[in-house]
């Protein structure tokens, strides 16, 4: 029989215990001061800390963190924080609980508890890999990402090709990147191709070169990137792009490991590791008849699909703020910090344009603000929901979109009836001009 949850919950006064025991009452509820952190002996699965008073929130996450490093760490925040989330926890929820959702949480973070010993040992495993495959700027913790760091040291100690999948902002050029600085190629060239920006007429010269002579302006030799890359790794980005003749030529060079540049009747032999990239799912292009089937086996020996930032949420709170800390040391300016209901918005929403469009959105962010809190507002989702004034609200949305799109439509409205007069249009909600105008900054609506 599976022994019950045990949780420290670390607050100041008893409020939230009795609320944690109400929603769970099969769990082991401990409440815990911050002063009696150290020197505790009966270590829980995880801590539930009250971030209504952030100071206070802060000091107990030092402390877990410092003295029992391997405890996750939830918060539990207020619906009006003014504060942004402490650094340092694994997850978050706001008050009210939503049904279940206190003990879903609970019970991922919970999940891994059995084998601390493990768990840490993964944890230095994942940190060796980092720093040995050059994977620093690769930002996350979550476990599809870990998975995929795992796999990076087999591939590179093969010299098989390999294909990485995942769509469009997934980082797939820097798992390529890591592969070969695993390899034992790491310190010959890798050289990075994007054959979807490449005319079909010049991917020949751009990876075979040319003889002197070999056309009109060839009055010398020029080298193709396959001799760039000798000894070293080449890396096709969106093979997929690739036209029939290019395939054929691209499967001759690796099926007979040489190549003839243009104009030349010498073939030169090829050392160089194909690692090839699509955000398309080559098998279904072969069933469609769009892509040779002797390619994709040839390129398809060793696969790393890459999961997209939708089923990585754990991620995006860091990577968020990873962007801003380096939009604002290139900016020489302070950090922002990001709101309870900011985080929630960024956390609820789809992200098909993944990391490349979470970067987006937190650098429009960082560019427009001009305090130290980010709130929900001031994050910008396109197209993230859609709110009429006469149609019915979509249940399905979550809450923080759905008062954004309110309040967007209601500045739409008020400016556009007193024909985009600022003064006159916040005369007439209530506010006074100064607030009125910042409110239309944070939607990005001008007015007169």
Request: proline share 7%; charged share 25%; aromatic share 6%.
């Given at each position: 029989?599976?022994?019950?949850?045990?949780?420290?919950?670390?607050?100041?006064?008893?409020?939230?215990?009795?609320?944690?025991?109400?929603?769970?009452?099969?769990?082991?509820?401990?409440?815990?001061?911050?002063?009696?952190?150290?020197?505790?002996?009966?270590?829980?699965?995880l801590?539930?800390?009250?971030?209504?008073?952030?100071?206070?929130?802060?000091?107990?996450?030092?402390?877990?963190?410092?003295?029992?490093?391997?405890?996750?760490?939830?918060?539990?925040?207020?619906?009006a924080?003014?504060?942004?989330?402490?650094?340092?926890?694994?997850?978050?929820?706001?008050?009210?609980?939503?049904?279940?959702?206190?003990?879903l949480?609970?019970?991922?973070?919970?999940?891994?508890?059995?084998?601390?010993?493990?768990?840490?040992?993964?944890?230095?495993?994942?940190?060796?890999?980092?720093?040995?495959?050059?994977?620093?700027?690769?930002?996350?913790?979550?476990?599809?990402?870990?998975?995929?760091?795992?796999?990076?040291?087999?591939?590179?100690?093969?010299?098989?090709?390999?294909?990485?999948?995942?769509?469009?902002?997934?980082?797939?050029?820097?798992?390529?990147?890591?592969?070969?600085?695993?390899?034992?190629?790491?310190?010959?060239?890798?050289?990075?191709?994007?054959?979807?920006?490449l005319?079909?007429?010049?991917?020949?010269?751009?990876?075979?070169?040319?003889a002197?002579?070999?056309?009109?302006?060839?009055s010398?030799?020029?080298?193709?990137?396959?001799?760039?890359?000798?000894?070293?790794?080449?890396?096709?980005?969106?093979?997929?792009?690739?036209?029939?003749?290019?395939?054929?030529?691209?499967?001759?060079?690796?099926?007979?490991?040489?190549?003839?540049?243009?104009?030349?009747?010498?073939?030169?032999?090829?050392?160089?590791?194909?690692?090839?990239?699509?955000?398309?799912?080559?098998?279904?292009?072969?069933?469609?008849?769009?892509?040779?089937?002797?390619?994709?086996?040839?390129?398809?020996v060793?696969?790393?699909?890459?999961?997209?930032?939708?089923?990585?949420?754990?991620?995006?709170?860091?990577?968020?703020?990873?962007?801003?800390?380096?939009?604002?040391?290139?900016c020489?300016?302070?950090?922002?910090?990001?709101?309870?209901?900011?985080?929630?918005?960024?956390?609820?929403?789809?992200?098909?344009?993944?990391?490349?469009?979470?970067?987006?959105?937190?650098?429009?962010?960082?560019v427009?603000?001009?305090?130290?809190?980010?709130?929900?507002?001031?994050?910008?989702?396109?197209?993230?929901?859609?709110?009429?004034?006469?149609?019915?609200?979509?249940?399905?949305?979550?809450?923080?979109?759905?008062?954004?799109?309110?309040?967007?439509?209601?500045?739409?409205?008020?400016?556009?009836?007193?024909?985009?007069?600022?003064?006159?249009?916040?005369?007439?909600?209530?506010?006074?001009?100064?607030?009125?105008?910042?409110?239309?900054?944070?939607?990005?609506?001008s007015?007169?």
């Amino acid at each position: 029989m599976r022994t019950s949850l045990r949780i420290w919950v670390v607050e100041d006064c008893d409020g939230l215990a009795p609320r944690i025991r109400t929603e769970c009452p099969d769990i082991i509820v401990t409440p815990m001061r911050r002063h009696r952190i150290a020197a505790a002996s009966q270590l829980p699965n995880l801590a539930v800390v009250d971030a209504s008073e952030h100071p206070a929130a802060c000091s107990s996450i030092r402390e877990i963190r410092n003295f029992h490093p391997a405890i996750p760490v939830l918060l539990v925040s207020p619906p009006a924080a003014r504060q942004p989330l402490p650094e340092g926890a694994d997850d978050f929820v706001i008050l009210p609980f939503q049904p279940g959702e206190l003990r879903l949480r609970m019970s991922r973070l919970s999940a891994a508890e059995p084998d601390r010993t493990l768990s840490r040992r993964d944890d230095e495993s994942i940190r060796e890999i980092r720093a040995r495959c050059r994977m620093e700027v690769v930002i996350g913790e979550s476990t599809p990402l870990r998975d995929a760091i795992k796999k990076v040291p087999r591939l590179g100690a093969s010299e098989a090709n390999v294909l990485i999948t995942g769509e469009t902002g997934t980082g797939k050029e820097l798992f390529a990147r890591a592969i070969h600085y695993a390899s034992a190629r790491h310190a010959r060239p890798f050289v990075p191709l994007n054959c979807a920006a490449l005319p079909d007429t010049l991917f020949e010269n751009e990876l075979f070169g040319h003889a002197k002579g070999a056309y009109t302006d060839a009055s010398t030799a020029g080298a193709g990137l396959l001799a760039v890359a000798e000894h070293g790794s080449l890396f096709l980005d969106e093979v997929d792009s690739l036209s029939f003749a290019s395939q054929a030529k691209l499967l001759r060079v690796i099926q007979e490991r040489e190549y003839r540049p243009l104009g030349s009747q010498r073939a030169v032999r090829a050392d160089v590791r194909i690692i090839s990239a699509s955000n398309a799912a080559l098998i279904e292009r072969v069933a469609a008849r769009e892509f040779r089937a002797d390619l994709y086996y040839r390129l398809n020996v060793l696969a790393l699909p890459l999961p997209t930032l939708a089923e990585r949420r754990d991620d995006i709170p860091m990577l968020a703020r990873h962007f801003l800390s380096r939009f604002a040391k290139e900016c020489a300016r302070p950090a922002p910090r990001l709101s309870p209901e900011a985080i929630r918005r960024l956390v609820d929403y789809a992200w098909p344009g993944n990391i490349r469009e979470l970067e987006s959105v937190i650098q429009r962010a960082f560019v427009l603000s001009d305090g130290a809190i980010l709130d929900a507002y001031s994050i910008d989702l396109p197209n993230s929901c859609a709110l009429s004034a006469a149609g019915p609200v979509d249940a399905s949305i979550p809450i923080a979109d759905a008062v954004y799109a309110f309040e967007r439509h209601y500045l739409s409205s008020m400016l556009s009836r007193h024909n985009g007069n600022v003064t006159h249009a916040a005369e007439a909600a209530g506010k006074d001009r100064r607030t009125f105008q910042r409110l239309l900054r944070r939607h990005g609506i001008s007015g007169a």
